[in-house]
Protein backbone atom coordinates (compact mmCIF):
# COMPACT_ATOMS: atom_id res chain seq x y z
CA UNK A 1 0.00 0.00 0.00
CA UNK A 2 1.70 3.23 -0.70
CA UNK A 3 1.27 6.00 1.46
CA UNK A 4 -1.51 8.00 -0.51
CA UNK A 5 -3.72 4.76 0.10
CA UNK A 6 -2.27 4.68 3.67
CA UNK A 7 -3.67 8.31 4.22
CA UNK A 8 -6.86 7.94 2.78
CA UNK A 9 -8.15 4.40 3.71
CA UNK A 10 -7.24 5.51 7.33
CA UNK A 11 -10.56 6.22 9.67
CA UNK A 12 -11.17 5.91 13.23
CA UNK A 13 -12.45 2.46 13.08
CA UNK A 14 -14.86 1.55 16.19
CA UNK A 15 -15.01 -2.23 15.85
CA UNK A 16 -12.33 -4.94 15.33
CA UNK A 17 -11.77 -8.68 14.72
CA UNK A 18 -10.42 -10.70 17.39
CA UNK A 19 -7.48 -11.56 15.16
CA UNK A 20 -4.23 -11.15 17.77
CA UNK A 21 -1.07 -9.30 15.90
CA UNK A 22 2.15 -11.00 16.45
CA UNK A 23 4.27 -9.07 19.32
CA UNK A 24 7.29 -8.67 16.66
CA UNK A 25 5.00 -6.42 14.39
CA UNK A 26 3.25 -3.97 16.88
CA UNK A 27 7.30 -3.56 17.73
CA UNK A 28 8.39 -2.75 14.54
CA UNK A 29 5.10 -0.23 14.19
CA UNK A 30 5.91 1.67 17.03
CA UNK A 31 9.76 1.69 16.08
CA UNK A 32 9.07 2.59 12.76
CA UNK A 33 6.67 5.43 14.21
CA UNK A 34 9.68 7.42 15.83
CA UNK A 35 10.77 8.47 12.39
CA UNK A 36 7.83 11.36 12.72
CA UNK A 37 9.80 14.51 13.38
CA UNK A 38 10.09 16.35 16.71
CA UNK A 39 11.08 20.24 17.80
CA UNK A 40 15.08 19.64 18.44
CA UNK A 41 14.77 15.14 17.79
CA UNK A 42 13.74 15.69 21.54
CA UNK A 43 10.95 12.20 20.33
CA UNK A 44 9.08 12.95 23.57
CA UNK A 45 6.46 10.17 23.09
CA UNK A 46 6.33 7.59 25.41
CA UNK A 47 4.37 4.40 24.52
CA UNK A 48 2.84 1.38 26.35
CA UNK A 49 1.51 -1.41 24.51
CA UNK A 50 -0.36 -3.71 25.76
CA UNK A 51 -2.05 -7.30 24.65
CA UNK A 52 -3.67 -10.46 25.22
CA UNK A 53 -4.19 -11.05 29.19
CA UNK A 54 -3.10 -7.16 29.79
CA UNK A 55 -6.01 -6.20 27.54
CA UNK A 56 -8.21 -8.58 29.17
CA UNK A 57 -7.35 -7.57 32.10
CA UNK A 58 -7.96 -3.74 31.79
CA UNK A 59 -11.39 -4.03 29.91
CA UNK A 60 -12.16 -6.58 33.05
CA UNK A 61 -11.26 -3.52 35.55
CA UNK A 62 -13.65 -1.31 33.42
CA UNK A 63 -16.56 -2.94 32.50
CA UNK A 64 -18.38 -2.85 35.97
CA UNK A 65 -17.86 1.04 36.20
CA UNK A 66 -19.76 1.30 32.92
CA UNK A 67 -23.29 2.16 34.62
CA UNK A 68 -22.63 4.28 37.10
CA UNK A 69 -19.08 6.30 36.00
CA UNK A 70 -19.73 7.20 32.18
CA UNK A 71 -19.70 9.68 30.99
CA UNK A 72 -17.25 11.38 33.98
CA UNK A 73 -15.26 8.60 34.70
CA UNK A 74 -12.58 9.88 37.01
CA UNK A 75 -12.55 12.99 35.34
CA UNK A 76 -9.89 14.25 32.78
CA UNK A 77 -6.59 15.47 34.21
CA UNK A 78 -6.05 18.04 30.76
CA UNK A 79 -8.47 19.64 29.19
CA UNK A 80 -9.56 17.82 25.62
CA UNK A 81 -12.36 20.49 24.67
CA UNK A 82 -11.76 24.04 24.94
CA UNK A 83 -14.89 25.33 26.80
CA UNK A 84 -17.08 27.34 25.49
CA UNK A 85 -16.07 25.21 22.21
CA UNK A 86 -16.99 27.93 19.69
CA UNK A 87 -17.77 27.75 15.89
CA UNK A 88 -17.33 26.00 13.46
CA UNK A 89 -15.46 23.36 16.13
CA UNK A 90 -18.81 22.50 18.09
CA UNK A 91 -20.70 22.11 14.83
CA UNK A 92 -18.30 19.54 13.64
CA UNK A 93 -18.11 17.87 16.73
CA UNK A 94 -22.01 17.56 16.73
CA UNK A 95 -22.01 16.13 13.30
CA UNK A 96 -19.34 13.84 13.74
CA UNK A 97 -21.37 12.38 17.04
CA UNK A 98 -24.43 12.42 14.80
CA UNK A 99 -23.28 10.31 11.98
CA UNK A 100 -21.86 7.76 14.67
CA UNK A 101 -24.98 7.07 16.35
CA UNK A 102 -27.11 7.40 13.28
CA UNK A 103 -25.04 4.49 11.67
CA UNK A 104 -26.26 2.26 14.75
CA UNK A 105 -29.39 3.59 14.41
CA UNK A 106 -29.44 5.40 18.18
CA UNK A 107 -31.40 8.32 18.52
CA UNK A 108 -30.32 11.49 19.98
CA UNK A 109 -32.62 11.04 22.70
CA UNK A 110 -31.61 7.38 23.55
CA UNK A 111 -29.24 8.01 26.13
CA UNK A 112 -28.68 4.43 27.46
CA UNK A 113 -28.46 3.03 24.08
CA UNK A 114 -25.43 5.89 23.80
CA UNK A 115 -23.70 5.47 26.69
CA UNK A 116 -23.14 1.77 26.01
CA UNK A 117 -21.56 2.52 22.16
CA UNK A 118 -19.21 4.98 24.50
CA UNK A 119 -18.64 2.20 26.55
CA UNK A 120 -16.97 0.21 23.95
CA UNK A 121 -14.17 2.61 24.01
CA UNK A 122 -13.17 0.81 27.51
CA UNK A 123 -13.28 -2.73 25.46
CA UNK A 124 -10.87 -0.91 22.57
CA UNK A 125 -13.76 -1.44 20.33
CA UNK A 126 -12.66 -5.65 20.72
CA UNK A 127 -9.28 -5.02 19.45
CA UNK A 128 -6.76 -7.59 20.11
CA UNK A 129 -4.01 -4.47 20.91
CA UNK A 130 -3.95 -1.30 22.45
CA UNK A 131 -1.44 1.41 22.84
CA UNK A 132 -1.14 4.53 25.61
CA UNK A 133 0.63 7.94 24.33
CA UNK A 134 2.10 9.44 27.71
CA UNK A 135 3.83 12.83 27.66
CA UNK A 136 6.27 14.16 30.17
CA UNK A 137 3.94 16.91 32.35
CA UNK A 138 7.00 19.27 32.24
CA UNK A 139 6.97 19.23 28.50
CA UNK A 140 4.70 21.51 26.80
CA UNK A 141 2.55 22.10 23.53
CA UNK A 142 5.06 21.43 21.12
CA UNK A 143 5.79 18.10 22.43
CA UNK A 144 2.22 17.47 22.42
CA UNK A 145 2.04 18.51 18.99
CA UNK A 146 4.98 15.82 18.35
CA UNK A 147 3.04 12.90 20.02
CA UNK A 148 0.08 13.80 17.63
CA UNK A 149 2.86 12.96 14.74
CA UNK A 150 4.29 10.15 16.42
CA UNK A 151 0.18 8.90 16.73
CA UNK A 152 -0.76 9.94 13.17
CA UNK A 153 2.61 7.87 12.16
CA UNK A 154 1.44 4.50 14.08
CA UNK A 155 -1.76 5.17 12.64
CA UNK A 156 -0.57 5.44 8.86
CA UNK A 157 2.16 2.81 9.25
CA UNK A 158 -0.92 0.38 10.69
CA UNK A 159 -2.42 0.85 7.30
CA UNK A 160 0.91 -0.27 5.80
CA UNK A 161 0.48 -3.20 7.66
CA UNK A 162 -3.18 -3.91 7.01
CA UNK A 163 -4.50 -2.77 10.36
CA UNK A 164 -6.73 -0.13 11.48
CA UNK A 165 -6.75 2.04 14.26
CA UNK A 166 -9.29 4.16 16.54
CA UNK A 167 -7.10 7.07 19.01
CA UNK A 168 -8.85 6.99 22.01
CA UNK A 169 -8.62 10.46 24.54
CA UNK A 170 -11.85 8.20 25.95
CA UNK A 171 -9.04 6.71 28.43
CA UNK A 172 -8.02 9.72 29.55
CA UNK A 173 -11.23 9.63 31.71
CA UNK A 174 -9.79 6.23 32.98
CA UNK A 175 -7.01 8.55 33.78
CA UNK A 176 -5.87 7.33 37.61
CA UNK A 177 -6.64 3.68 36.63
CA UNK A 178 -4.70 3.83 33.35
CA UNK A 179 -1.65 5.42 35.81
CA UNK A 180 -2.29 2.61 38.52
CA UNK A 181 -2.56 -0.37 35.51
CA UNK A 182 0.23 0.93 33.51
CA UNK A 183 2.33 1.61 36.57
CA UNK A 184 3.05 5.01 34.90
CA UNK A 185 6.01 7.02 36.41
CA UNK A 186 4.98 10.29 38.11
CA UNK A 187 6.29 12.21 35.69
CA UNK A 188 4.55 11.10 32.87
CA UNK A 189 0.59 11.36 32.17
CA UNK A 190 -1.64 10.03 29.44
CA UNK A 191 -2.52 11.73 26.55
CA UNK A 192 -3.94 9.27 24.90
CA UNK A 193 -4.86 5.69 24.15
CA UNK A 194 -5.24 3.74 20.79
CA UNK A 195 -7.16 0.47 19.40
CA UNK A 196 -4.95 -1.73 16.82
CA UNK A 197 -6.35 -4.54 15.12
CA UNK A 198 -8.47 -5.64 11.80
CA UNK A 199 -11.01 -4.05 11.36
CA UNK A 200 -14.76 -5.66 11.28
CA UNK A 201 -16.17 -4.62 7.85
CA UNK A 202 -19.69 -6.08 8.94
CA UNK A 203 -20.19 -3.42 11.57
CA UNK A 204 -22.56 -0.61 10.95
CA UNK A 205 -20.36 1.48 13.15
CA UNK A 206 -17.32 1.37 10.60
CA UNK A 207 -19.80 2.20 7.35
CA UNK A 208 -19.36 5.73 7.67
CA UNK A 209 -16.36 8.30 7.21
CA UNK A 210 -15.93 11.55 9.18
CA UNK A 211 -16.44 14.81 6.79
CA UNK A 212 -13.84 17.27 5.74
CA UNK A 213 -13.94 21.00 5.21
CA UNK A 214 -13.04 22.03 2.10
CA UNK A 215 -9.53 22.61 1.16
CA UNK A 216 -9.97 26.78 0.91
CA UNK A 217 -11.76 26.57 4.13
CA UNK A 218 -8.55 26.04 6.07
CA UNK A 219 -5.90 26.53 3.65
CA UNK A 220 -4.67 29.41 1.43
CA UNK A 221 -2.02 29.31 -1.14
CA UNK A 222 0.73 32.24 -2.03
CA UNK A 223 3.16 32.58 -5.06
CA UNK A 224 2.05 29.82 -6.92
CA UNK A 225 3.20 30.11 -10.76
CA UNK A 226 0.92 27.72 -11.77
C1 LIG B 1 -6.12 12.27 19.92
C2 LIG B 1 -7.43 11.70 19.47
C3 LIG B 1 -8.26 11.09 20.39
C4 LIG B 1 -9.48 10.51 19.98
N1 LIG B 1 -10.25 9.87 20.91
C5 LIG B 1 -11.34 9.17 20.50
C6 LIG B 1 -12.05 8.36 21.43
O1 LIG B 1 -11.76 8.31 22.63
N2 LIG B 1 -13.07 7.60 20.97
C7 LIG B 1 -13.44 7.63 19.64
O2 LIG B 1 -14.38 6.92 19.28
N3 LIG B 1 -12.79 8.40 18.75
C8 LIG B 1 -11.75 9.16 19.14
N4 LIG B 1 -11.03 9.91 18.24
C9 LIG B 1 -11.41 9.86 16.83
C10 LIG B 1 -12.02 11.16 16.30
O3 LIG B 1 -13.36 11.25 16.66
C11 LIG B 1 -11.83 11.14 14.78
O4 LIG B 1 -10.47 11.20 14.48
C12 LIG B 1 -12.55 12.25 14.04
O5 LIG B 1 -13.93 12.21 14.26
C13 LIG B 1 -12.26 12.17 12.54
O6 LIG B 1 -12.67 10.91 12.05
P1 LIG B 1 -11.68 9.87 11.38
O7 LIG B 1 -10.53 9.65 12.29
O8 LIG B 1 -12.52 8.64 11.21
O9 LIG B 1 -11.24 10.44 10.08
C14 LIG B 1 -9.86 10.56 18.62
C15 LIG B 1 -9.02 11.21 17.70
C16 LIG B 1 -7.82 11.77 18.12
C17 LIG B 1 -6.94 12.43 17.11
Same mark, same amino acid.
Given at each position: ??????????????????????????????? =??????SAGNM??? =?? /???????????????????????????????????????????? =?? &????????????????????? /? =???????? &? &? #??????????????????????????????????? /???????????????????????????????????????????????????????????? &?? #????
Amino acid at each position: MDVLEAVSSRYSCRAFLPTPIPEKVVREIVE =RAARAPSAGNMQPW =RV /YAIAGKRVDELRALLVPRMTTELPKGEGTDYTIYPEPLTEPYRS =RR &FMVGELLYQSIKVSREDKSSR /Y =RQYARNYQ &F &F #GAPVALFFAREKAHGPAQWADIGGYLQTVAVLARG /YGFHTCPQQAWVSFHRTVREFLNLPDRLMVYSGMALGYEDTAAPINSWRAPRESLDAFAS &FQ #GFDS
